[in-house]
């Protein structure tokens, strides 16, 4: 008995003693965990519509007027400041119930600066769009790419040093849109300078953007006809 005791301990030791690596060790909490009860209250007041655009994700889509850029005031803005895909999971149900004739999402960039492996970030998304699908089986889904960082600003450390997770991520999410049925737009090339860095131009501070970075999203959305 106290053999196969040991035998079932090997593992457990074996995992305590590696040593914990940028993408094996992180959390899920939110980088603003107080923002999130704040935005969620503004959401639940708001009256439940179908058929409208919604933009789901971070601080990049809740800084973005997209009412005012679309023209449209019944289109929706979903971005919470610091959110994870963890934290996108936990709030679908606000999405489905409104059965969205379009969703545009856009998430990542806090879980690579949580040191949240690549993989799991992609699955997180994957997980998202399959409930979508089954609650909302209506909704066109567009998955934006996760954007450039500049590491030249120093406002952002724990996000500069891990670009290299971006394209990873992105690849990842483009290669399987067909197969999971939503459509993949890469903003990469707007916003990246000659170095592959966010544009200086089109950001406060490295990570968030500028309001005419805004425009420029949105001129391209409608010149593919997403809008």
């Not at 850029?69 to 929706?76: A, F, G, I, K």
């Not at 963890?86 to 856009?106: A, H």
């Not at 879980?111 to 997180?124: C, E, L, Q, R, T």
């Amino acid at each position: 008995m106290k053999y196969l005791f040991a035998l079932l301990l090997l593992p457990i030791m074996a995992c305590a003693q590696k040593k914990p690596t940028n993408q094996s060790l992180f959390d899920t909490i939110p980088f603003i965990p107080e923002h999130t009860p704040e935005r969620l209250a503004i959401f639940a007041k708001q009256p439940v519509i179908k058929g409208v655009t919604i933009f789901l994700g971070n601080s990049i889509t809740e800084m973005g007027n997209w009412g005012k850029l679309l023209n449209d005031t019944t289109v929706l803005n979903r971005g919470i400041g610091g959110d994870i895909t963890f934290g996108l999971l936990k709030r679908l149900d606000d999405i489905t119930n409104r059965e969205p004739k379009k969703l545009f999402m856009l998430i990542g960039i806090n879980d690579i600066g949580k040191d949240i492996p690549d993989s799991v970030i992609a699955y997180n998304y994957f997980k998202a769009i399959r409930y979508i699908h089954a609650k909302s089986p209506g909704t066109k889904i567009y998955v934006q790419s996760i954007l450039p960082l500049n590491p030249l600003h120093k406002n952002f450390p724990q996000h500069y040093n891990k670009a290299e997770h971006i394209p990873i991520v992105n690849a990842m999410l483009q290669a399987n849109a067909t197969a999971m049925n939503y459509t993949y737009v890469s903003l990469t090339h707007l916003f990246t300078d000659a170095n592959g860095r966010l544009k200086d131009e089109y950001t406060y501070e490295g990570l968030h953007l500028k309001p005419e970075a805004y425009v420029i999203w949105v001129d391209y959305l409608k010149k593919l006809k997403y809008l």
